[in-house]
């Protein structure tokens, strides 16, 4: 049994979620962060206390961050892997055809773009220490064009900074996962139907084959999305 020492944004629901219930039945120590307190309470009961730390956090406050690293660490003496998984989704139009108020876009370009780059920023010199692993989670609609979708350009922007944080750890032993979903069913998708979605356990089993990969194989990307996905 590994016992190292996940920490995952965003592991109130969805894919965060359901990675943390397939890393701990892989032996995994698991830091669960989102600000969800009571929904993450509910994980740490589920899979143990033994096993799992909840730490709630807003993955937009650097300091909320930095201090979750810290706790980790003096909690289970190390950290060997941060998924960064955090986000948030709206509907949006550049020309103004529905969609949210660009007021309200503010808050999602934060949590996706600002909320993984400084999760990566508090997280790496503990990474460092271990030769460990950051995972993030882009997206499908990171790669390709969607009409109107700002949502689209954040994960374009998570694309890109994964490529750019690779590119720093060169020699310090640290492995960039991205991992890019289509679509999933999670609350993030709820009010779209008629499509085929992947179950958030699909994207967990994404993660953790990147995770068990030897020290020397670094999967910089995955694409995972439903057989039959259109785009
Ligand atoms: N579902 C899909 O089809 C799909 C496809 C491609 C990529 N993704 C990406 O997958 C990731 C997980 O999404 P999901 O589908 O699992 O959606 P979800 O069920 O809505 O989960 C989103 C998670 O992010 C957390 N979160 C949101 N804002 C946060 C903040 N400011 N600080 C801390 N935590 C925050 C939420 O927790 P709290 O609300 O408790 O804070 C929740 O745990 C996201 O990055 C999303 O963009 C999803």
Redesign the pocket.
Known sequence: MSERVLMI?????????ATARAAAAAGYRLVL????AD?LSALVDELGPETALALP????DYANLTEAVQHAEDRFGRLDAVFA?????LHTSFLGNGGAEPEQWRDMVL??VY?AAITARAALPALTRTEGHLLL?????GRGIRPGNLYSAT?WAVTGMAQNIRAECVGTGVRVTLI?????E????EDTQDVP?LN?EDIANAALYALQQPPTVDVNELIIRPTGQQR
């Open positions: 944004t965003g592991a109130s629901r969805g894919i965060g979620a962060t989102a600000r969800s929904a956090c807003d993955v937009t998984n955090a986000g948030t989704s949590t996706n909320g989670t882009g997206s499908n609609a994960k890019q979903p289509g679509m999933v999670t609350e993030m998708t979605k958030a």
